[in-house]
């Protein structure tokens, strides 16, 4: 991989020094930093790393759901996966959420491909981005009632009746 | 053809049998509106993945579909009379997939190519239809993730088959109406009647 024009760690001081406390949480898995917000203020944060003169965040990779049944009060986490183009380096911002209220704001203002992105993550983890122009399924079946990638859903087609647990060791 | 014998003398002088002349054969009209049938299937492919492919393939001059009279791929449902579903059915696709059986006129047969039509294959999800006979009747069948070319000839020969030995009867019938209503289908054929 060819080098960064900024680390990890002036990406962190940069955050802190602006967000303080905020910055709840750091790490470095595989050398990406990822850091933790409170889900109030995930617009803010992710609209500082884009606007900065220094960080230049200007493209949004992803945004993705994670389900941890067992962290009670803190269940569901949006992660969103930022990429400076510029300055040729990557980090995650976290931010996790109630799974009776899950509810972040929209980054669709600061990035039109967050429009698509949020649509999916509402449509497999019920994440209300609020805000968002046009929040409606988008991949599965309008008639789902459901949220299929919360862990208490079973992956498999509950109708199916071929298959014998049996056999597939199960 | 009804042989015709014109005995000829030749110069050895032993009259041999040629035939000529029109002819005529006997034969029902269901056999030979089956076989006119049977040999002349405008096939609609419904590929959705990996089956297409090899759906693809059986097209290609190698293994030539042409050769059964399928010269032609209708992609207007309304002039097609078998409907080729090679490839997985998401559900989100069901209504389209009965949408374009319903737009196909009678006589039609239906042919579903490789395990993930026919039954959802290993996709054993949420997100995807377990066997499309549980949205739209199916003739045949065909194994394989993906099948063989020679595979999709098979079957598509024994739609032929099907074609071909079919009693000008059953569209009207009540067993084919049971069948349809079966699947919530509207049967117009019968209405006309």
Same mark, same amino acid.
């Given at each position: 991989?060819?080098?960064?024009?900024?680390?990890?760690?002036?990406?962190?001081?940069?955050?802190?020094?602006?967000?303080?406390?905020?910055?709840?949480?750091?790490?470095?898995?595989?050398?990406?930093?990822?850091?933790?917000?409170?889900?109030?203020?995930?617009?803010?944060?992710?609209?500082?790393?884009?606007?900065?003169?220094?960080?230049?965040?200007?493209?949004?990779?992803?945004?993705?759901?994670?389900?941890?049944?067992?962290?009670?009060?803190?269940?569901?986490?949006?992660?969103?996966?930022?990429?400076? #183009?510029?300055?040729?380096?990557?980090?995650?911002?976290?931010?996790?959420?109630?799974?009776?209220?899950?509810?972040?704001?929209?980054?669709?203002?600061?990035?039109?491909?967050?429009?698509?992105?949020?649509?999916?993550?509402?449509?497999?983890?019920?994440?209300?981005?609020?805000?968002?122009?046009?929040?409606?399924?988008?991949? !599965?079946?309008?008639?789902?009632?459901?949220?299929?990638?919360?862990?208490?859903?079973?992956?498999?087609?509950?109708?199916?009746?071929?298959?014998? !647990?049996?056999?597939?060791?199960? | 053809?009804?042989?015709?014998?014109?005995?000829?003398?030749?110069?050895?002088?032993?009259?041999?049998?040629?035939?000529?002349?029109?002819?005529?054969?006997?034969?029902?009209?269901?056999?030979?509106?089956?076989?006119?049938?049977?040999?002349?299937?405008?096939? #609609?492919?419904?590929?959705?993945?990996?089956?297409?492919?090899?759906?693809?393939?059986?097209?290609?001059? !190698?293994?030539?579909?042409?050769?059964?009279?399928?010269?032609?791929?209708?992609?207007?449902?309304?002039?097609?009379?078998?409907?080729?579903?090679?490839?997985?059915?998401?559900?989100?696709?069901?209504?389209?997939?009965?949408?374009?059986?319903?737009?196909?006129?009678?006589?039609?047969?239906?042919?579903?190519?490789?395990?993930?039509?026919?039954?959802?294959?290993?996709?054993?999800?949420?997100?995807?239809?377990?066997?499309?006979?549980?949205?739209?009747?199916?003739?045949?069948?065909?194994?394989?993730?993906?099948?063989?070319?020679?595979?999709?000839?098979?079957?598509?020969?024994?739609?032929?088959?099907?074609?071909?030995?079919?009693?000008?009867?059953?569209?009207?019938?009540?067993?084919?109406?049971?069948?349809?209503?079966?699947?919530?289908?509207?049967?117009?054929?019968?209405?006309?009647?």
């Amino acid at each position: 991989m060819s080098k960064s024009k900024i680390t990890n760690e002036q990406l962190l001081s940069e955050l802190q020094a602006k967000f303080g406390d905020a910055i709840l949480q750091s790490s470095q898995p595989y050398g990406m930093l990822n850091v933790y917000v409170p889900a109030d203020r995930t617009h803010e944060v992710v609209e500082f790393l884009q606007k900065s003169e220094t960080l230049k965040m200007n493209y949004l990779t992803n945004i993705a759901g994670i389900h941890y049944p067992e962290d009670k009060g803190k269940e569901l986490v949006v992660v969103y996966q930022l990429h400076s #183009l510029v300055n040729n380096i990557r980090m995650r911002v976290k931010a996790t959420l109630p799974i009776e209220k899950p509810e972040v704001q929209t980054i669709t203002d600061l990035y039109s491909g967050a429009n698509w992105m949020e649509r999916e993550t509402y449509d497999f983890f019920g994440i209300i981005f609020k805000g968002h122009p046009n929040l409606k399924k988008i991949l !599965n079946m309008e008639e789902q009632d459901y949220f299929p990638m919360r862990k208490e859903y079973p992956l498999e087609d509950p109708t199916r009746e071929d298959k014998d !647990n049996r056999f597939f060791g199960r | 053809m009804g042989k015709v014998n014109v005995t000829v003398e030749t110069e050895s002088g032993v009259p041999t049998y040629s035939y000529a002349g029109g002819g005529f054969k006997l034969t029902k009209l269901d056999k030979i509106i089956g076989a006119a049938r049977a040999n002349s299937l405008w096939p #609609l492919p419904f590929a959705t993945s990996c089956c297409g492919i090899a759906y693809m393939a059986t097209m290609g001059p !190698n293994y030539d579909l042409a050769r059964f009279g399928m010269e032609r791929m209708s992609f207007s449902p309304r002039q097609a009379d078998l409907l080729i579903v090679a490839g997985t059915i998401a559900k989100k696709l069901v209504p389209v997939l009965r949408q374009v059986y319903e737009q196909m006129a009678e006589p039609k047969w239906v042919l579903s190519v490789g395990a993930c039509a026919s039954s959802g294959g290993f996709f054993d999800t949420y997100s995807v239809l377990q066997g499309i006979d549980r949205v739209i009747p199916v003739d045949v069948y065909v194994p394989g993730c993906p099948p063989r070319p020679e595979q999709i000839l098979d079957g598509v020969m024994n739609i032929q088959k099907l074609a071909k030995s079919e009693s000008l009867r059953r569209r009207y019938s009540e067993e084919y109406k049971h069948l349809l209503s079966k699947y919530n289908i509207e049967n117009d054929i019968n209405e006309q009647k």
